[in-house]
């Protein structure tokens, strides 16, 4: 992980922003100014990860101390997986793997949310908006309903980041932890700490054929997805705990789920309880409203996820299911043009709608919350329904859900290396076990 603040240490203390010491800090000082000046005068000839490679190299030769390197994990871990990204990294430069990542990097769904945004700012709403917004019961609303539409511009404004995913212990888990320890001050909280053990409880319906619920109930962090741990089976002999289990620390949710639950007095704002934190993917920009609405009701945090976060996201997804797709039809060797004609295939059969499933940002959410992963409910076969709540049988055309079971397959095996945008997080990325 990055150090914390826009300098790095060595700035304002007079210490070596290397290692930490006050030998040399001067000297390097100087020659990174020396640096910067030659820099200037050749028409920054050097990129900066040139200078700051070379100033890190004489940092390395002229300290004495067990150097600790800037712009790197400072976990033993993550060193660990950093250095096994890098030597894979050449994996990913021949010709057929360069496209594929351009393929996945694109974003065509960026281009739409922010027109959205743009029109919502300037108070152009669509009609039923407008006349939500009218009636007496959300008037009042008007004014955190902007100010929330603001927040999401500047959240909209970020490019892809994949190193977010080194800041979601900080800016989600302590939130998490010290909203829990304000309900109950005997809670243990360990900030800045990950979770030793976190299950992702799927909505497959194979959660039906096993009563593992107590095993559920004994990981540290319980992450269940779009409000399923309410609804009931179709068919129930037992109680639904004994399937599912009754813990639950995190929900994890997309905006269609929280649009319906206003909707609904039964579950209204906070469908597992008002002391249940939820984290919210925001579908449809007009959504907000929905987050504006209960960002006053509900009592625990409430938190929409970062632009950043999503972006890495889509592109896992993209990755995985082009590959496989591409695979399955001979791309590898194909020519450019041929390529091309699979990945406009490829979009016909997502409808142009391709997108992850919710379960899949849980999971990545995990992977930078915890130090172990567990998958519960994550699977498909014909003997069961798709969800367990359920009696849907098909899936929804815009999820890839085969190319996101070969992602969670390669984490079980340990191949992160194989996704070129996860390995840019530079993050550790715990075990993650998938249980059927």
């Excluded at 319980?222 to 309410?230: D, E, L, M, S, T």
């Excluded at 091309?340 to 849980?362: C, R, T, V």
């Excluded at 815009?398 to 070969?406: G, I, K, N, R, T």
Aim: proline letters at 4%; charged letters at 25%.
């Amino acid at each position: 992980m990055e150090r914390k603040g826009k300098r790095p240490k060595g700035w304002t203390d007079g210490r070596c922003f290397c290692c930490g010491c006050a030998k040399f800090a001067k000297i390097i000082f100087l020659l990174l100014a020396a640096l910067m000046v030659v820099n200037i005068a050749t028409g920054f000839r050097f990129s900066s990860p040139v200078l700051i490679e070379g100033i890190r190299s004489l940092c390395f030769q002229l300290c004495p101390s067990e150097v600790q390197p800037l712009f790197e994990p400072r976990d033993r871990l993550e060193v660990l997986y950093a250095e096994q990204c890098q030597r894979t990294a050449a994996t990913f430069a021949d010709s057929y793997n360069r496209t594929l990542h351009s393929y996945a990097n694109a974003d065509t769904d960026e281009a739409r949310l922010k027109y959205a945004l743009s029109e919502m700012l300037g108070e152009r709403f669509t009609m039923a908006l407008e006349r939500m917004l009218n009636k007496p019961g959300y008037a009042f609303m008007r004014p955190r309903f902007m100010l929330r539409m603001k927040t999401l511009a500047k959240n909209m404004r970020m490019g892809y980041d994949p190193r977010v995913m080194q800041g979601l212990v900080d800016n989600v888990k302590t939130h998490i932890d010290m909203h829990y320890q304000a309900i109950n001050s005997s809670a243990p909280v360990n900030l800045h700490q990950r979770y030793k053990s976190c299950v992702v409880v799927g909505n497959s319906g194979e959660l039906l054929n096993r009563t593992g619920g107590s095993f559920i109930d004994e990981h540290d962090l319980v992450v269940r997805i779009n409000n399923a741990k309410g609804r009931e089976p179709v068919e129930k002999k037992r109680p639904l705990s004994d399937f599912i289990g009754s813990k639950t620390t995190l929900m994890f949710m997309n905006s269609h789920i929280l649009h319906q639950c206003t909707k609904n007095r039964k579950c209204y704002c906070h469908p597992y309880g008002k002391h249940v934190p939820i984290v919210l993917y925001l579908c449809d920009v007009e959504h907000i409203l929905d987050v504006a609405i209960c960002g006053g009701e509900h009592n625990s945090p409430l938190f929409v996820t970062d632009r950043r976060f999503d972006l890495l996201v889509t592109k896992i997804a993209r990755w995985y299911s082009i590959r496989n797709y591409f695979q399955q039809a001979g791309g590898a060797n194909a020519s450019k043009w041929r390529q091309w004609e699979l990945l406009h295939d490829w979009e016909a059969k997502h409808k142009h709608e391709h997108h992850y499933s919710s379960g899949m940002q849980a999971v990545v959410l995990a992977l930078g919350l915890c130090e172990h992963v567990d998958l519960v409910g994550f699977g498909k076969t014909l003997q069961f329904r798709h969800h367990f709540h359920s009696s849907q049988l098909r899936e929804h055309y815009a999820h890839d859900y085969e190319a996101e079971y070969q992602f969670y397959a390669d984490l079980e095996n340990h191949r992160v290396d194989n996704n070129p945008f996860l390995c840019e997080a530079g993050t550790y990325i715990p075990p993650l076990r998938v249980l059927h």
